[in-house]
């Protein structure tokens, strides 16, 4: 009737929100065009749309989706999903017609073009909001118990080139979490991490909740209402641990966004940093609260939150927590606790962890043996390269700090016990060759002696001749440029 009067009234042509809002207004109620709960009608506006000429976007899909489900019609959902994907399918088609005869065009007049032609297509057969489309789809099937096509249909989106979003991760926790498919949120938890989908306030507060309930209850088998499985004591704590553990790991996401601003901004992340701390160490404290023991993983996501702000103070805390637990720390709890000193930009504490780890003993004062990996050592590089980089007006103190990364790297170089860290593996880390390279190449730039700057110059030339560097893409960061002020220095011998 709306679309009528439009029509006769105001001659108004209806467009995409047009169809959109009328769509969304089906089957709330019965009318003389469709019954309560019946979304044909809403079939009928889309069919209308493409009778008219006017292109369906992926919120007209999303509100056919969510008619369907509220009409209790998943088939109708999907099927709805299925005319979204059949249009992207004729439009990329359609494209790739024009491109290709674009491109015998362009042949003809011997004009360049583009060979990532499919990419050209991908990027220009988009259909705005489509995520909502998927997005509702999978909440139709959550709301009708059909979890495995949920979990089918978050796969399909992503390999289909659709990148989920907080809502849609979201949505399908919940429901994954209602039938107690735990895995499940830790797989998607994972997929989060991966793709920096920092999940909402909710759905926080729904894994809490689900980890706590979880805890609770050990040693209980019989349905616990908000699961629909029996819960096993060793099964279901783990499950509780890992859960806490993947979403203390998913909130150090925000590290990586906030280490990427700019210096200028530093004062304006820090309130959001030490906001974050807080959310680490609450779920951390949460989890001991429902009865959880935490594991040396949970610790170590811990040591990680504690690099955001380079509290050197709160790590001493955290490794005497480990060790009042009896755990034992890995290699990359002690990596961990190296980062934090190199954010802190402090090479003492730097150096003073790495003692402290080479003689650790345990709760019961038993020795335990740490065999440091190259990523540890480029930890320890770290804290005395950006302690160094702030003495920029003090040549003397730079000199120190970087002879003694150079120190330690002609140690390893003659399988020095002092470091315990592998020539080998040394030489295939790219990340520790490059920070040492930087060290270098700092060094001979503050270096007055000519004889000492060719010795300098000597190591840098024997690392960037190691074959770790031969397949790599050409870098533009500072080992990057590190790289082409060796290779200048080569050119210089020869002339």
């Keep these: 009737a709306a679309k009528k009067q439009l029509d006769a009234e105001h001659n108004i042509r209806p467009d995409p929100r047009t169809y959109t809002t009328l769509i969304s207004t089906v089957g709330r109620r019965a009318s003389n065009a469709s019954g309560k709960n019946d979304p044909t009608l809403a079939f009928h506006f889309l069919q209308e749309m493409n009778d008219r000429g006017i292109r369906p976007n992926g919120m007209t899909y999303s509100a056919l989706i969510d008619v369907c489900a509220r009409c209790s019609r998943t088939d109708l959902a999907l099927k709805g999903l299925r005319a979204m994907w059949r249009q992207k399918k004729l439009e990329k088609r359609a ?58 249909l978050f796969t399909s989106m992503y390999r289909t080139g659709v990148m989920p979003n907080t809502i849609t991760c979201g949505c399908l926790a919940d429901f994954l979490l ?16 991966k793709h920096r989908i920092e999940p909402s306030e909710v759905m926080y507060t729904s894994l809490m909740t689900s980890a706590g309930q979880l805890l609770n209850s050990q040693n209980k088998h019989h349905n616990y209402g908000y699961f629909d499985f029996e819960i096993t004591e060793t099964g ?14 998913t909130l150090m996401e925000r590290k990586t966004r906030s280490n990427n601003k700019q210096q200028s901004r530093w004062d304006e992340g820090r309130d959001s940093r030490a906001e974050l701390i807080m959310k680490v160490f609450l779920v951390f404290q949460e989890m001991k609260t429902a009865g959880a023991v935490p594991d040396i993983a949970s610790y170590n996501v811990l040591l990680r939150a504690c690099s955001v702000g380079g ?9 005497q927590r480990i060790k009042a637990d009896g755990l034992v720390p890995s290699d990359a709890t002690w990596k961990e606790a190296l980062k934090v000193a190199a954010m802190a930009q402090k090479s003492d504490s730097a150096e003073q962890l790495w003692a402290y780890a080479m003689t650790y003993r345990g709760r019961d004062k038993v020795l335990i043996p740490w065999k440091p990996s ?48 592998d020539k080998a593996d040394l030489q295939r880390s790219p990340r520790a060759l490059g920070l040492i390279l930087q060290a270098l190449v700092a060094f001979e730039n503050l270096e007055r002696l000519q004889k000492h700057r060719m010795i300098l110059r000597k190591l840098a030339l024997d690392i960037i001749d190691l074959r770790v560097w031969k397949n790599q893409e050409p870098r533009h960061d500072r080992t990057g440029r590190c790289i082409e002020i060796a290779k200048g220095w080569r050119a210089d011998q020869k002339m």
Aim: glycine share 2%; hydrophobic share 45%.
């Design 178 to 193: 209602k039938h107690g498919k735990i895995q499940e949120v830790l797989q998607l938890l994972a997929f989060m991490k």
């Design 311 to 319: 509290d050197i103070d709160r790590v001493m805390d955290v490794l």
């Design 374 to 421: 190259v990523d540890s050592f480029a930890a320890l590089i770290l804290a005395y390269l950006r302690e160094a980089s702030t003495y920029q007006n003090d040549r003397e103190k730079q000199l120190v700090l970087y002879k003694k990364v150079i120190t330690m790297y002609k140690d390893t170089l003659t399988t020095s016990e002092k470091r315990k860290v």
């Design 95 to 152: 494209f790739q017609q024009l491109q290709n005869k674009n491109a015998a065009t362009a042949a003809a007049s011997s004009t360049s073009t583009s060979s990532n032609s499919q990419q050209i297509i991908d990027n220009n057969v988009v259909l705005l909001n489509e995520v909502g489309a998927w997005t509702a789809a999978i909440n139709a099937m959550g709301k009708a118990g059909r979890i495995e096509t949920a979990i089918r």
């Design 236 to 249: 279901d704590s783990r499950s509780a641990i890992q859960m806490y553990t993947a979403l203390m790991k």
